[in-house]
């Protein structure tokens, strides 16, 4: 092949190219790169007094932020079209009157939160400037208690708000309640179970009235037993919701920080980066996402199978290799809550892949070097490998199909989930790569005067990135095989592929790769590119309509940005008026 300046680099990179070395062992380079987004770092002491100090300043810092969401929820967020509960309370209802300046509470909040959160990774991950560049662990950190009560005082104040920034929530509300009444949600809309006029389909937005629920079984069969509690009730039907959105992060909190011990990685800085993400609380919380549970499910049960497959014990008893042990029981389990947690939301399945490939590797699994073998030793030097990555599949596979099977015949929802995984394609969305190189190819058609082509480029770009990333996802695979990288972390990276090529993103998909990661990559570009990233998404995501003025917009950023330095002056600087005050309170 002729020399191309990149194309060797390229190929050598996908695996594609014959190394040049002639080790017969040599297995290439597969996840070499990746790997160097970890490493080890220890967990160190509490922090001093005065740290303490400006620790509790920060914290109440952010929950000031919270209550300003709240505040600006009750004129900004998603409220039912019926069932208002705050019409006709004139305090309550104020902000509804004054959507201008509810705007502005809403992204002075938004922001106060978020800068409360970067100017807690001080004492998480250490000082940006110095050892988060150094590469190196701080001298000191908050503890696991320090962070909880921090989460639990951000949470607090959202847990009675509307809705934020999202409606989906009216749309479990409606697909429950066809289920709850007998009929196949994976068929009838809302507007077709429901009805028009219904006090539940009238909340959902025009996109999602006449379209089949694309989310799993078990799903919406938690939320058919909340209808069979709340009836046409909207507002404690909400609620519930968002409790359930609640235990979903309990299951993160819980599983976080043993997955990050686990790596080698500091618990609190994986709480902080992962859990305590603004995205996490705006979105999951305030937005009552079932991301939530599915992510929790799915992280509790790599927990558990990791505890099984790294720990000493035996999978299976003794002489009796199809009776699992006590770790065996553990392992099964786990595969089994990740299978359920498919059933919330089906992109949670990738982590069985690297469940099995780790669980492959234990019984001696590698990756076969065979590009300098010669093609008789082929089955000579892959038979172990191979044989482990069936068993495991095998395993994996029959455990994933009693559960689903078991979820869909038990909840009477049956199969139909299988067959609107896709409804969420109409939503074309810039963060997705596919859809937003498709939506600026058939722009610039337009303006070429080739005509409106949008739609086809879609349906040929959607399926390429689609492909691109199931390649990408079977080299991670392969990297973990090789021990390059931790099980957890291929995930995480393989999840960030999925959600670059996927056809539709929302801003709380970014969670499904992040929370994985921050127990495992420890790089600083990659944690300083994760604020980055979340800080952004978390104030531009803002709890707006099409159909508000540009000028409003505007004038509720500046005014917000305004109102966070000023109260920023306020928490954390020692001006006069906070020494005289200090001073008259000892006195």
């Not at 002075?108 to 988060?132: F, K, N, Q, S």
């Not at 949470?155 to 409606?167: E, M, Q, R």
């Not at 990233?533 to 508000?548: E, L, Y």
Request: net charge positive.
């Amino acid at each position: 092949m002729p020399h191309v300046p990149g194309v060797r680099p390229a190929l050598d990179y996908l695996g594609l190219s014959r190394p040049r070395s002639t080790d017969i062992d040599a297995t290439g380079d597969y996840g070499v790169t990746l790997a160097r987004m970890h490493h080890s770092e220890s967990e160190v002491g509490p922090l001093n007094a005065l740290e303490d100090k400006r620790l509790r300043r920060i914290r109440l810092f952010g929950t000031t932020g919270a209550v300003l969401i709240l505040i600006g929820s009750l004129g900004t967020g998603m409220v039912p079209v019926l069932q208002n509960p705050i019409v006709g309370m004139r305090l309550l209802s104020l902000p509804s009157r004054m959507f201008s300046t509810a705007l502005t509470i809403s992204i002075g909040g938004t922001m106060m939160l978020v800068v409360a959160w970067v100017l807690l990774g001080r004492y998480a991950i250490g000082r940006y400037g110095v050892e988060v560049a150094e590469g190196r662990s701080p001298a000191r950190r908050m503890s696991r208690g320090q962070a909880d009560r921090t989460l639990v005082m951000w949470i607090a104040p959202l847990l009675v708000a509307p809705p934020l920034l999202s409606k989906d929530v009216y749309s479990y509300l409606a697909q429950s309640a066809i289920a709850f009444r007998g009929m196949d949600p994976y068929t009838y809309s809302p507007m077709r179970g429901l009805g028009v006029d219904h006090p539940l389909t009238l909340s959902v937005p025009n996109l999602w009235k006449d379209t089949p629920a694309p989310y799993g079984p078990l799903f919406l069969w938690i939320g058919e037993q909340i209808t069979r509690v709340t009836g046409d009730n909207i507002t404690a039907a909400v609620f519930l919701h968002r409790l359930v959105a609640l235990f979903g992060v309990g299951l993160i909190v819980w599983a976080l920080p043993r997955l990050a011990r686990r790596c080698g990685v500091s618990s609190v800085a994986a709480l902080w980066l992962g859990a305590l993400n603004p995205l996490l609380i705006l979105h999951l919380v305030g937005g009552i996402h079932n991301e939530a549970l599915m992510i929790g499910m799915m992280l509790v049960g790599m927990e558990w199978s990791f505890r099984a497959i790294y720990g000493t014990g035996r999978l299976s008893e003794p002489g009796r290799p199809y009776l699992p042990s006590a770790a065996g029981w553990i392992l099964i389990a786990g595969i089994a809550v990740i299978a359920a947690s498919t059933m919330i939301k089906v992109a949670s399945a990738l982590a069985l892949g690297f469940v099995g490939v780790a669980l492959a590797v234990r019984w001696g699994a590698t990756l076969p070097a065979l590009r300098n073998a010669p093609v008789s030793q082929w089955w000579a030097r892959s038979r172990t490998s191979i044989v482990a990555l069936l068993r495991a599949a095998a395993l994996s596979g029959a455990i994933t199909a009693v559960v689903v099977i078991g979820i869909c015949v038990g909840t009477g929802l049956g199969f139909g989930w299988t067959s609107t995984l896709s409804t969420g394609g109409i939503v074309r969305s810039w963060m997705s790569m596919p859809t937003l190189l498709s939506v600026v190819a058939g722009r610039i058609g337009l303006w070429l005067g080739l005509g409106e082509q949008t739609q086809a480029i879609l349906d040929v770009a959607r399926p390429i990135g689609q492909l691109i990333a199931g390649l990408f996802v079977i080299r991670w695979l392969l990297a973990v095989i090789a021990g390059r990288i931790h099980p957890l972390g291929g995930l995480g990276i393989a999840m960030a592929t999925f959600v670059v090529f996927f056809p539709f993103v929302q801003a709380w998909y970014l969670l499904w790769a992040i929370i994985p990661l921050a127990a495992w990559a420890t790089t600083r570009w990659f944690r300083v590119g994760t604020v980055v990233v979340s800080a952004i998404i978390a104030v531009v995501v803002m709890p707006t309509s099409s159909d508000t003025p540009p000028l409003v917009v505007a004038q509720g950023l500046a005014t917000g940005l305004l109102m966070t330095l000023v109260t920023s002056a306020f928490f954390f600087i020692d001006h006069p008026t906070r020494q005289w005050w200090r001073h008259r309170r000892r006195t």
